[in-house]
């Protein structure tokens, strides 16, 4: 441009990469990877044979399974993630991370979050919300060392030697500013000890909360993130130019303003508003495009390279990654539809939906960045490509088992939890129904167990890279000038989008622009619309006891098999009895709606059954259902219950608006003990009551017989309002 | 456009001379064919061409934000298709269905034509035998051996009635829904076969004797 005044060309700044804390997060990444699919494959084998739950409590399904989730994404993405930021952005930034001290700090205490998110979840510490299980001290750790994470990188973007930034930093941009906002509007809760706190947020309002947060964690972890490291790395590896400049931009806005939409499509059916329902379906409709567009933007970069694909592992990645995950959006639009989700909803289809996102779409995006990087920073060459090819194929096969399983598995039992006959329900026995995909469980078990063999491959292949590495290796140096101030011309012809490029605070306000509209556009109007329902409901809060059953259940990660949610179809009405309202979760703090029926329904579960069986059936699931892949809760019968708890658990609930009175709180320990001591008697004479009364056991037998439909909807004998 | 441009060659001119051969090697290959298109853009070596959006996928985007519009318009501007809607018309046809078929089933009752006792026996084993005990000697429900009966009189009626609606209150739960009137059949049969049986640690008797 020559309308600058030509001084003299600007000295150059000699600087170096921090590639040790690309590295750092690398090895972690390959750890946690491992840990992360070991617990998968051992939950696998959990389903299709359920004595490998051990009866060991730390290790049943429902304590595992946020376990495996945290790991896979927050340890195994997460760490690649930042591995390819600090990675690439250094180079596309032309500069150094801002502050390495910064940098060392995110690893350290990323890495502590893991650590204690491993040692917390089996020891049944859990705020019982699906991805964002982790307790109130580690949620602020989180915050904490994700704002340092983006402190140091958009100072790293003030320091930057490029004057423009790339379209791979406009997806990491997205993601920090946006993975920030979800957990912390998510994660609001009152604390009631150390260890345990109550959502901010209850019933319908915390279900929309939580799933705006699930979902566009998969948007803004699971996918923008990985966009930006398509972007970068596939055009590294491949050499050639990206191959539109303005889909990047198109496709980029476009993901960003729609995704936070989508949320309630994990709500459909549910007793969320319909209006909220339908927008998440024509949401996730028009998603399809913008997902698109990235996954051929990668591919046609690929144009003209084809035949290094058949030669070169890494290439094969990216394009099985790529096609993955074409599938996967295209597979989510489908389930999105009403009827669609009213099959799907629930069952293991969209785990297998799931899977081919995170095995194929992040695992093999991973496994390519693993196999460039290593070699790479470690300078030197990858120990066996052979090896690596031998992992794609594994891996693959892995892969389609797995999908292929879950797909038969879930249309299966979603046929068979629907099927009528002349008006009445073809498999009423729910057991039934999960035998029939017993054998599909072990299908995917081989699948799981082939990913996790080509995952050792990997590591021994990369060991063995890095341990051939030379020894001794110079930093090396890079020179670049530093940026001149530029005063923007409007007459130099730059387009607007490129000026945005040369301003990422103004693309940052941008961003936070678009995902703000949707979310407030969704979430503003349920939280009024519930303090109505509030108002109206003629609902008991749940009594100290059964308040005190409802934590155990929340610790033993029921939800994670069992959903709280009939939806209005008549054949779950049927199995279950009325459909859930808008009340009936009302004073859940958190809700515990679940995603999944592993087990039945069990919002309509009290009254069904006695007292004495559900003793039984936690004790040994088998001795009353036969056939049930259920564990064994045997601890449930020896654990004392904390009943000195009980007061200051209602005085929080209190405060979260839940109708208590002053009384209710003072008197819980006595009222629970009473209870507790009826339960007791009520069991069989050769149970000694007043032993028994003390377990905890009989807070959870208390909760699940709570679990009914409200009386009549209309206040019958005058007693509308308790409490105040 | 062309200030960054300047930038960017001099940026790559003044790279060290180690550096300036590799900045070569992870230059982007470009095709003859796109020479034209090929943007003035270079980060870390990385181009990026100026290829129309492809009008496939413009006109996707197009369709699915249309079809945005009709599917909200079916839903929520037409009537009768909310899930309440439908839910509602889905349980009417059901309560006739319910009201026919219940009439059907009070005339149906206890029937030997498509019973058996060894479907019942396998049914007792997998069905009641958590409650009444693998040998119906009584657990938490009655001992079905002896001839004591705590709700009705011990015909095939009777049972059959007890079976079918449960007495839930008590703790026997309804198998209207579960079982169909064939296997309520063979399941009385079943208990009617192992009267007097007297197995070991039997409950002691329950109700009022009907021989
Ligand atoms: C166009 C993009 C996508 C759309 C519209 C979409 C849509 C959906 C739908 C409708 C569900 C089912 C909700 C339910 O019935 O419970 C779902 C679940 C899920 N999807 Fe996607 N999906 C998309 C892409 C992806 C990708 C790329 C990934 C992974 C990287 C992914 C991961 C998940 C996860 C983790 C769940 C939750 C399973 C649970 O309920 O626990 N999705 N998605």
């Known amino acids: 441009m020559n309308n600058q005044p030509q001084t003299q060309p600007p000295k150059n700044d000699v600087f170096q990469y921090d590639d040790s804390i690309v590295k750092k997060f690398i090895i972690a990444t390959i750890g946690w990877g491992f840990v992360a699919l070991l617990v998968g494959v051992i939950l696998a084998s959990q389903l299709a044979n359920w004595t490998f739950n051990l009866d060991l409590q730390w290790i049943t399904f429902g304590r595992l399974r946020p376990l495996h989730t945290n790991a896979a994404i927050f340890a195994f993405a997460g760490n690649a993630i930042f591995a390819g930021i600090y990675h690439s952005s250094q180079r596309l930034l032309k500069t150094r991370m801002f502050s390495d001290v910064l940098s060392k700090i995110h690893f350290w205490g990323w890495q502590l979050i893991i650590v204690s998110a491993a040692i917390t979840l089996p020891l049944g510490i859990t705020a019982g919300k699906e991805y964002a299980e982790l307790e109130w001290p580690i949620d602020i750790l989180i915050a904490l060392i994700w704002v340092i994470f983006a402190i140091n990188y958009f100072l790293t973007l003030k320091v930057r030697r490029e004057r423009h930034i790339y379209v791979a930093i406009w997806f990491y941009i997205a993601t920090i500013i946006t993975v920030a906002i979800l957990h912390i509007v998510n994660s609001l809760a009152i604390p009631v000890g150390l260890f345990k706190s109550y959502s901010l947020f209850s019933g319908v309002q915390d279900a929309l909360v939580q799933w705006w947060y699930g979902h566009n964690a998969v948007a803004f972890f699971l996918t923008t993130p990985f966009l930006g490291l398509m972007y970068y790395y596939i055009p590294k590896v491949i050499k050639r130019p990206v191959y539109s400049y303005r889909l990047s931009i198109i496709h980029f806005w476009a993901l960003v303003f729609i995704y936070i939409w989508a949320g309630p499509h994990h709500l459909l059916y549910s007793v969320l508003p319909e209006w909220a329902q339908t927008m998440g379906v024509v949401f996730s409709i028009m998603l399809l495009a913008p997902s698109w567009g990235g996954m051929i933007n990668g591919l046609l970069t690929l144009r003209g390279a084809w035949d290094r694909v058949r030669k070169e592992p890494i290439l094969k990645f990216f394009v099985a990654s790529l096609t993955l995950y074409g599938m996967a959006t295209f597979e989510g639009p489908l389930l999105a539809f009403k009827s669609v989700n009213a099959l799907a909803h629930f069952t293991d289809w969209i785990i297998g939906h799931v899977h081919s996102g995170v095995l194929g779409w992040n695992g093999f995006m991973i496994f390519a960045l693993l196999y460039y990087c290593v070699p790479k920073l470690w300078k030197t060459k990858l120990y066996s490509d052979k090896l690596a090819t031998t992992h794609f194929w594994v891996a693959t096969v892995g892969i389609i088992l797995y999908i292929m399983s879950m797909w038969a598995s879930g249309i299966t039992q979603g046929l068979m939890w629907l099927g009528l006959e002349d008006g009445r329900l073809m498999y009423p026995d729910f057991v039934e129904t999960v035998t029939k995909i017993i054998p599909l469980y072990y299908v995917r078990l081989v699948g799981g167990l082939l990913y996790l063999s080509g995952y050792i491959l990997m590591i021994y292949n990369l060991v063995r890279t890095i341990a051939s590495a030379p020894k001794n290796q110079q930093p090396i140096s890079y020179s670049a000038p530093p940026l001149q101030k530029v005063e923007h011309d409007h007459n130099t012809g730059e387009s607007s989008h490129r000026w945005l490029e040369r301003e990422p605070e103004i693309l940052t306000i941008l961003v936070i622009v678009a995902v703000a509209v949707g979310s407030v556009i969704e979430i503003m109007p349920s939280l009024t619309s519930h303090k109505f329902v509030a108002q109206e409901t003629t609902k008991k809060p749940y009594t100290a006891l059964e308040l005190a059953g409802r934590d155990i259940y929340i610790r033993e990660g029921c939800y994670t098999c069992h959903s709280q949610m009939v939806r209005p179809i008549k054949a779950e009405v049927l199995r279950y009895g009325p459909k859930s309202e808008l009340d009936d979760s009302i004073y859940d703090h958190p809700f515990q709606w679940g995603s999944r029926r592993i087990g039945p329904d069990l919002a309509r579960v009290g009254g069904k059954y006695p007292d004495i069986w559900h003793f039984r059936h936690m004790e040994d699931p088998r001795s009353m259902a036969p056939g049930s892949i259920m564990p064994n809760y045997p601890w449930l019968l020896k654990n004392n219950l904390d009943y000195g708890i009980l007061e200051k658990k209602l005085r929080v609930m209190q405060t979260l608006g839940v109708p208590y009175s002053d009384e209710n709180a003072e008197h819980a320990l006595e009222d629970a003990k009473a209870q507790a001591l009826e339960i007791g008697k009520n069991l069989d004479p050769s149970i000694d009551a007043k032993k028994i009364s003390k377990k905890e056991i009989i807070a959870v037998i208390a909760y699940l017989q709570s679990l009914k439909a409200q009386e009549s909807h209309e206040p019958s004998h005058g007693e509308t309002k308790q409490g105040h | ?211």
């Not at chain 2, 019942?120 to 000697?137: D, F, M, N, V």
Request: aromatic letters at 10%; charged letters at 20%.
């Open chain 2, 1 to 211: 456009m062309n200030d960054n441009q300047s930038n960017n060659s001099n940026a790559n001119a003044k790279k060290d001379i180690e550096q300036n051969k590799k900045a070569k090697d992870s230059s982007s290959i470009i095709l003859e064919d796109e020479k034209d298109i090929v943007l003035d853009h270079n980060y870390d070596g990385i181009k990026e061409l100026d290829n129309p959006l492809p009008k496939w996928w413009v006109n996707m985007f197009y369709l699915t934000a249309i079809f945005a519009v009709v599917y909200t318009g079916y839903y929520h501007f037409s009537s009768g298709h909310l899930i309440e809607d439908s839910f509602q018309k889905s349980m009417i046809v059901e309560i006739k269905e319910d009201s026919d078929s219940s009439t059907a089933m009070a005339s149906v009752g206890f029937s030997e034509e498509h019973a058996s006792i060894d479907e019942g026996a396998s049914l007792y084993t997998s069905r009641c035998a958590a409650c009444h005990g693998q040998k119906a000697e009584g657990i938490i429900g009655p001992n079905l051996t002896d001839s004591y009966w705590l709700n009705g009189d011990g015909t095939n009626d009777s049972i059959y009635n007890v079976i079918k609606v449960g007495i839930p209150e008590k703790g026997m739960i309804s198998w209207e829904k579960l079982l169909n009137p064939s296997q309520i059949s063979s399941l009385v049969l079943y208990i009617q076969s192992i009267k007097g049986t007297a197995p070991a640690n039997g409950k002691s008797p329950q109700g009022t004797l009907f021989e």
